[in-house]
């Protein structure tokens, strides 16, 4: 675990300061918490939900919690928010788990997994299908108490400066992707580059990259993707509903009253519905302004790219599995409720999408 100095940006915060942030302030019984995230400042979905989420439990705790936001950089940066938030230094983090997924491989099937569960079914396997007890599990190793906090839905595949209809056309590739869809590439010939949301159009424009996920039309275009890149890709196999959870310090989160928790979790599960409201709406938004645009091109990726990446996928899952009991364990449930889920949705959502198209067309 890394000592609180160290993840203060970069350990540049002198020891006082990191003394001073240790613990929640607490005057009158109210309690003022620290929420450092991992998104840029500004008007953007994942900060705006963040943002929100604060509100919501400082309204329903009567004000007893009163919650600072603090965006990337502010505070902490945003790869060492899990860190900082384990360490104490702030109180919670809104932060995505695949960021630090080299601590526990297992934290992947938390976030997104490729070819992995959609939005819904993720609520579904975490809330009621066993998948918060062994999430609990892996964070409180770090003194972290994970919950659900956003949701974007279904991804999109990404940006790119050139066309990629062919499987060879991924190889020396320079794509922004975070775990495990990074893996899938780095197997399929790409060169993998990991930086920051806020990092990525600056990366683009000194050809650093050549492509990049993020989110999907509404934060993608907040971004300003679609102003350095002509080629838009679609789907995503990388994170078809990823989950951005809400870290609690362990030692704060045990501290509170019940009514305090029950409160924190009534918020973060609100907040995973509004944002995945949010998201669809605003990126039907989007997408129109895309389409209308003559410079951008949506293309969908082709069966024999989407075949081998699904081919590959499978295997980086089942090899992850084997690195230890704990994430066999977590492999084990997910990949049973998925079959599940899967063999369910046909009939019901991909059923109902299908007779919907044709009722329609």
Not at 120 to 133: K, M, P, V
Not at 291 to 310: S, T, Y
Not at 342 to 348: N, P, V
């Amino acid at each position: 675990m890394r000592r609180r100095r160290d993840v203060l940006l970069g350990g540049t915060v002198v020891v006082a300061a990191a003394g001073r942030l240790s613990a929640p302030a607490i005057a009158q019984g109210i309690k003022e918490l620290k929420m450092a995230t991992s998104w840029p400042a500004g008007p953007n979905g994942l900060q705006i939900s963040a943002e929100r989420l604060a509100r919501s439990i400082t309204a329903l705790s009567d004000g007893r919690l009163k919650i600072t936001v603090y965006p990337d950089g502010s505070l902490v940066h945003a790869f060492e928010v899990f860190d900082a938030v384990s360490a104490g230094v702030v109180d919670m983090c809104h932060s995505a788990e695949s960021y630090v997924q080299s601590k526990a491989p297992a934290l992947n099937f938390f976030d997104a997994v490729p070819y992995g569960l959609t939005a819904d079914e993720l609520s579904a396997w975490i809330n009621y299908g066993g998948g918060q007890a062994l999430w609990d599990e892996i964070d409180a190793q770090f003194n972290i108490k994970p919950l659900m906090a956003c949701n974007p839905g279904v991804q999109m595949g990404g940006w790119f400066t050139k066309e990629v209809s062919t499987l060879q056309d991924l190889e020396g590739l320079r794509y922004r992707m975070p775990e495990l869809g990074a893996e899938v590439l780095r197997r399929m010939g790409a060169i993998v580059v990991t930086v920051p949301g806020a990092e990525i159009v600056g990366a683009f424009k000194s050809g650093a990259i050549d492509g990049s996920e993020w989110i999907g039309p509404w934060m993608d275009m907040d971004l300003g993707l679609h102003k350095v890149a002509d080629y838009y890709y679609y789907p995503g196999f990388h994170q078809p509903g990823e989950n951005f959870m809400l870290g609690v310090n362990k030692s704060l989160w045990d501290g509170l009253t019940s009514t305090d928790r029950a409160v924190i979790e009534a918020a973060a599960q609100a907040e995973v519905t509004r944002s995945l409201s949010q998201f669809n709406a605003e990126n039907v938004k989007a997408l129109r302004q895309l389409r209308n645009d003559q410079r951008i091109k949506i293309v969908k990726f082709n069966d024999v790219l989407v075949k081998e990446l699904g081919r590959v996928s499978k295997e980086v899952l089942a090899d992850i599995a084997t690195k230890d009991t704990q994430i066999r364990k977590v492999y084990e449930g997910y990949m049973d409720f998925l079959a599940g889920v899967m063999d369910w949705g046909e009939l019901s959502e991909t059923g109902y999408r299908n007779m919907r198209r044709l009722a329609l067309s």
